[in-house]
């Protein structure tokens, strides 16, 4: 049998390197003072429908939806922020004072065509502030983000940024689109001739090259913001600004969910090609009403495709993976065998990685260390058991080194 189409299984040592971002996600994520939530990875599927959108592709076509035996529909999470309002509003968190802070880091899924980057089962890392329309937190989320992408390990992303106005100036927009979009429509694809009049704002999005010329010709959101988007919007770019964080706006980034409302932004990546984001993200003022809220609860929030960020890593930096294994034991007998059991729980105990052998022949031993990539090898016999020193051998240079018992730990943490 084999994985479903559009999901894998993430090995060794590659897990290893999924492991160390969502490390350095976590710690990024305190140091801004945010925390984990963990909600549900299946919900009600009027909650993505309501928040996400109707007229999206990922509820009209990608969702992964049943219904239970009572009859409920309900449907595999597409994405996180529609279930960490849902959860803030049924908690009741806007009666905690202050900006509410969340991470999260899990699977979603969507049922796209499979390609590079592309999967039916994939991990996100994002994040939520919610409770402040303050442009302020825009730059910081966005700050956060690219300080976590600079601690990855990344290098060469590039930050787009663009408001999509909010619900007095954006049906003006929509209105001078859709009658713009009447006169080229039917010259545009197939998809563009749809959206056209179900969903005119996803025009702007198309990648079809033979498109492009007509849609660049469609009026721009940004001419359109009323007095406080553009207030909004400048604020937020000079904060970013003044923390040295470059940008491009480009008004005709519109983002494929529903509820956003002025900030938006996405990070790419040369790695990905030009149609497919590390990340996306943006302000949802809206969304905690239209799930039926009767209290405002305006928000932020970004999620980084965590299967594209670690295919970018990896291609930026190739090989970077951990080492498998500190030390490899050797032992060569019935009473070695049981020493190095006492010797590797106080390596372990000190944080040091062990692997024991189950070989006795040396030689052979010495190879499964090598192919495992241990970094050190410590071959333990009688006479290293009654004299109290171990031959200690360097995987890479070869180099050999006889230590006391007590020295081991600290040989290896420092080489
Ligand atoms: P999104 O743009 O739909 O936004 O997804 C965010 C990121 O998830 C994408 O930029 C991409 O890296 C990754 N992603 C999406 N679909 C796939 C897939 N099929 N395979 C691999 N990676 C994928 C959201 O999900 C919003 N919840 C972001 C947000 C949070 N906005 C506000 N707060």
């Not at 390197?17 to 599927?45: D, K, Q, S």
């Not at 009323?226 to 480009?250: K, P, S, T, Y």
């Amino acid at each position: 049998m084999k994985a479903v189409k559009g999901t894998r299984d993430i090995l060794p040592p590659a897990s290893d390197v999924w492991i160390r971002v969502e490390a350095v996600a976590r710690e990024v994520f305190r140091t801004f003072n945010y925390h984990e939530i963990r909600t549900p990875i299946f919900e009600e599927t009027a909650l993505f429908a309501r928040s996400v959108g109707e007229d999206t592709d990922i509820v009209g076509k990608e969702m992964y939806t049943w219904e239970d035996r009572d009859g409920t529909s309900l449907t595999l999470r597409p994405e996180a922020t529609a279930s960490v309002m849902r959860a803030y509003i049924e908690h009741r968190l806007d009666q905690i004072p202050g900006i509410k802070k969340f991470y999260y880091i899990g699977p979603m899924f969507r049922r796209e065509r499979p390609q590079k980057g592309r999967y039916r089962q994939f991990y996100q890392i994002g994040a939520e502030a919610i409770g402040s329309e303050s442009p302020i937190v825009d730059a910081e989320v966005i700050e956060m983000v690219v300080e976590l992408l600079n601690r990855a390990g990344l290098t060469g992303f590039h930050l787009i940024l663009n408001s999509v106005g909010c619900s007095t100036c954006r049906p003006k927009f929509m209105a001078a689109l859709k009658e713009k979009l009447a006169g080229i429509a039917p010259k545009l694809c197939e998809d563009c001739q749809r959206r056209a009049t179900t969903n005119p704002l996803r025009v702007l999005d198309c990648k079809v090259p033979d498109d492009q010329a007509a849609i660049d010709t469609l009026p721009s959101i940004l001419d359109h913001l009323c007095e406080d988007c553009h207030a909004h919007f400048r604020v937020v770019q000079e904060h970013l600004g003044e923390r040295g964080i470059a940008f491009e706006i480009r008004p005709r980034l519109v983002r494929g969910l529903d509820y956003y409302m002025r900030t938006t932004f996405e990070i790419t990546h040369g790695a990905l090609g030009a149609q497919n984001a590390v990340l996306g993200g943006g302000r949802y003022d809206g969304l905690a009403e239209s799930l039926g809220s009767r209290v405002p609860a305006p928000g932020i929030g970004f999620s980084i495709g965590e299967d594209r960020l670690v295919m970018s890593v990896e291609e930026t930096h190739p090989g970077a993976h951990e080492p498998a294994v500190d030390v490899f034991l050797a032992p060569l007998g019935d009473v070695a065998e049981k020493h190095a059991g006492a010797l590797a729980a106080e390596l372990r105990a000190a944080g040091v990685s062990v692997e024991r052998s189950v070989d006795r022949k040396l030689k052979r031993a010495l190879e499964t260390a090598n192919k495992m990539g241990a970094r050190f090898a410590l071959i333990i016999g009688d006479n290293e058991i009654a004299a109290g020193t171990y031959l200690m051998k360097d995987m890479a240079s070869g180099d050999q080194v006889s230590l006391s018992r007590e020295a081991l730990a600290a040989h290896i943490q420092k080489n």
